[in-house]
């Protein structure tokens, strides 16, 4: 079983910066991911990790704002957001799964989510 719990979101302005880290406790994931779901809207993919090698995959839409990163001694992984803007505003999900991550269908486990709202 895995344990994800999100922290750090917020409400920020457009152009601001956010860090959000997701604290993982059970067995170790193949890869660890961020998704996002705005309101009336379906949950999208933000960005995925491997947690062994380090490979990362972005969004288009986030690609140069946002930074995936693992702490592999923490057990911990952290979505680095830039020049944020108010199409980023969402719930921010962790995710972890046993093999490669390209949907949600792939996931196994959830965090609860964290809010990030970006005013312009």
């Known amino acids: 079983q895995v344990h994800l719990v999100e922290s750090g979101g917020g409400l920020v302005q457009a152009g601001d910066s956010l860090r959000l880290s997701c604290a993982v406790s059970?067995?170790?994931?193949?890869?660890m991911g961020w998704f996002r779901q705005a309101p009336g809207k379906e949950r999208e993919f933000v960005a995925t990790?491997?947690?062994?090698?380090?490979?990362?995959s972005y969004a288009d839409s986030v690609k140069g704002r946002f930074t995936i990163s693992r702490d592999v001694a923490a057990n911990t992984v952290s979505l680095q957001m830039n020049s944020l803007k108010s199409e980023d505003t969402a719930v921010y999900y962790c995710?972890?799964?046993?093999?490669?991550?390209?949907?949600?269908?792939?996931?196994?486990?959830w965090g609860k989510g964290t809010l990030v709202t970006v005013s312009s």
């Open positions: 059970g067995r170790t994931s193949a890869t």
């Open positions: 990790i491997a947690w062994i090698w380090g490979t990362k």
């Open positions: 995710a972890a799964a046993r093999g490669p991550i390209t949907t949600d269908y792939d996931v196994n486990y």
